[in-house]
């Protein structure tokens, strides 16, 4: 599932070939993409907007248009958009949409498990949507510090790797690059969130960072699904400390890495460094 730099990776792709196109035309050929709205009603609205920016906020692509309105795309499980238009799109089952832009190119978007999301909103409306969904501060802006790290957490008794996921503490993260930034900070991701010490809410900060940027410089982790705008992999997969890596040494101490469940997710840790308090 793409996290925070698999998006950003193509947020950056793509920004240069859409900003200042519009969209000529617009085909939504699934109307999971948009539900409730239909897809010809969205497509409608889409048709002529202009875009003024490419934004990222958490896992979401934002698409900014002059006219003020917002295109949200959240790719979950599968989602992935290719620009320009791959060879053979035509033939292939898991296009969703397919953007004409003013410059003849097409825009892709290809889903297999059809859980990504197009939200398109009115003037106005982006901060109360994000706001309903309780997303938490950009973990590489500068607000995210080790004392509003520390106050999100405070007095919660779920697991620091639920209160990860969760998205309320910095958006953007999901199940890869928590169990990286835990190793990183030495945390065992049961520990109860609000348990963490100043040391080591400190220390979650910088490992957050860590795992994050190293994410952006690989161009994301390709496991799966997830390509780049032009269809290339990712490579932070080779850079994992912790994630997937059960049985293999710790590259700190050499510990074979131990993997468990928490909030119904897999996860992967070094029980000798990240051993709880
Ligand atoms: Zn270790």
């Avoid at 990222?56 to 992935?80: D, P, Q, W």
Wanted: aromatic letters at 6%; proline letters at 7%.
């Amino acid at each position: 599932m793409p996290e925070l730099p698999e998006v950003e990776t193509i947020r950056s792709r793509l920004a240069p070939g859409l900003v200042g196109r519009r969209f000529e035309r617009v085909e939504i050929s699934d109307p999971r993409l948009t539900r409730p709205v239909p897809p010809e009603a969205v497509a409608d609205a889409l048709t002529g907007e202009q875009v003024a920016d490419v934004r990222r906020r958490g896992k979401y692509l934002v698409v900014v248009f002059e006219s003020g309105r917002h295109l949200l795309v959240h790719l979950r499980m599968t989602g992935n958009v290719l620009h320009p238009a791959p060879e053979g799109r035509e033939d292939d089952p898991h296009v969703r949409a397919v953007v004409r832009l003013d410059d003849g190119s097409d825009v892709v978007y290809r889903d297999v498990r059809r859980f990504g999301t197009w939200d398109l909103l009115e003037p106005g409306e982006l901060d109360e949507y994000f706001a309903a969904r309780r997303l938490g501060v950009e973990p590489l802006a500068r607000a995210f510090t080790a004392a509003s790290l520390g106050r999100a957490l405070a007095g919660r008794r779920a697991p620091v790797k639920a209160a990860l996921l969760d998205q309320r503490a910095a958006a953007g993260i999901g199940n890869i690059y928590a169990d990286e930034a835990l190793w990183y900070a030495r945390v065992h991701p049961l520990t109860p969130a609000g348990d963490l010490d100043e040391e080591q809410v400190s220390a979650l900060r910088e490992g957050v960072r860590k795992a994050l940027k190293l994410g952006i410089r690989r161009q994301g982790a390709t496991l799966r699904d997830y390509r780049g705008v032009d269809g290339s992999r990712g490579r932070m997969q080779e850079e994992f400390r912790v994630y997937g890596r059960a049985g293999e040494p710790c590259d700190r101490c050499g510990t074979p890495i131990a993997k468990t469940r928490i909030a119904g997710r897999g996860t992967w840790f070094c029980p000798t460094c990240q051993a709880p308090d």
